[in-house]
C-alpha cells in the first residue's frame, strides 16, 4: 500500500501523559499536513510542512503540541500533558506540492485522554 | 478563505442522482471550489475541484453557477458506499498567500438508502 500510513490508528491515555503519532506520507510528496477531528466536527487544520521546514502553525497547535519531519520524509506530532480536550482524530495529509488538487489523507490516529 | 454553507442532511435513493448544493456567496475571483467526502472512521478523500467551469470525473460531477456563488456536486447513481459527510471547501490555488491547506466546515451528511 502505497498511500499515507499513521500509527497508531487507536491510543488510550491518561491526563498528563505524552503521546506521539507517526505519519508516514507517499513518498513523493513534499508537503504534509496535519489535522484534529473531534466527533461531529470537521478536520480542522493544525500545521503543516513542506519537506523539513515547518511552514505555518494553526493557533489550535498550543505549546503542549509540537511537530517534526527531520528528513523531510515521516513526521512526528507529540502532545505532551495530555488533556481530555485532546481526544480527537488527529489526520494526516500529504500533497506534491506542484499538484493543484488532491490531498491525500490517512486513515487517522484515535486519541482517548481518559 | 470564504466560507460556505452546505445542508447538513440529504437522503437519496440507491441508484438515482445525489444532488449536494454549497453555497458561497462571498467567493473571490482566483478561489477555487473544492469536494471532498470522508466515509465513517476513514480519512477524507478528493472528489473534484473547480474554478470557473463545470467540471466531471469519474466519481461527480461539479456544476458551478455563473456568478461563481453557488455550486452542486452531482453523484449520478448513487450507491450504498456513496454514504459519507461531503465537504464543499472553498480556497485560493495552492502557493498562494494563506492558501496552503483546507478549511473544512461540518460538510452534509447524505445517506443512501436501499
Known amino acids: 500500500d502505497t498511500g499515507v500510513s499513521q500509527d497508531p490508528r487507536h491510543k488510550i491515555t491518561k491526563r498528563g501523559q505524552n503521546v506521539t503519532f507517526r505519519c508516514d506520507p507517499i513518498s513523493e510528496h513534499n508537503r504534509l499536513y496535519w489535522y484534529r477531528q473531534t466527533l461531529g466536527q470537521g478536520p480542522e487544520f493544525l500545521t503543516y510542512f513542506q519537506n523539513e521546514a515547518q511552514l505555518e502553525k494553526s493557533r489550535l497547535l498550543s505549546d503542549r503540541f509540537s511537530a517534526e519531519r527531520p528528513k523531510g520524509s515521516f513526521s512526528t506530532l507529540e502532545i505532551q500533558r495530555t488533556e481530555q480536550g485532546d481526544s480527537a482524530m488527529y489526520l494526516c495529509?500529504?500533497?506534491?506540492?506542484?499538484?493543484?488538487?488532491?490531498?491525500?489523507f490517512g486513515e487517522g490516529s484515535r486519541l482517548t485522554v481518559l | 478563505d470564504a466560507k460556505t454553507t452546505q445542508p447538513t442532511s440529504m437522503d437519496c435513493a440507491e441508484g438515482r442522482a445525489a444532488n449536494l448544493p454549497c453555497n458561497h456567496s462571498?467567493?473571490?475571483?482566483?478561489?477555487?471550489v473544492y469536494w471532498y467526502r470522508q466515509i465513517h472512521s476513514q480519512g477524507p478523500q478528493y472528489i473534484i475541484h473547480g474554478l470557473k467551469n463545470n467540471e466531471t470525473n469519474e466519481m461527480a460531477s461539479l456544476i458551478i453557477t455563473e456568478d461563481r456563488k453557488s455550486s452542486t456536486l452531482i453523484l449520478p447513481h448513487a450507491t450504498l458506499r456513496d454514504t459519507a459527510v461531503y465537504y464543499c471547501?472553498?480556497?485560493?490555488?495552492?502557493?498562494?498567500?494563506?492558501?496552503?491547506?483546507?478549511?473544512f466546515g461540518t460538510g452534509t451528511r447524505l445517506t443512501v438508502i436501499p
Open positions: 471547501i472553498v480556497r485560493g490555488a495552492w502557493g498562494q498567500t494563506g492558501a496552503n491547506n483546507l478549511f
Open positions: 495529509a500529504s500533497k506534491f506540492m506542484e499538484d493543484t488538487g488532491e490531498l491525500f
Open positions: 462571498t467567493i473571490s475571483g482566483n478561489e477555487y
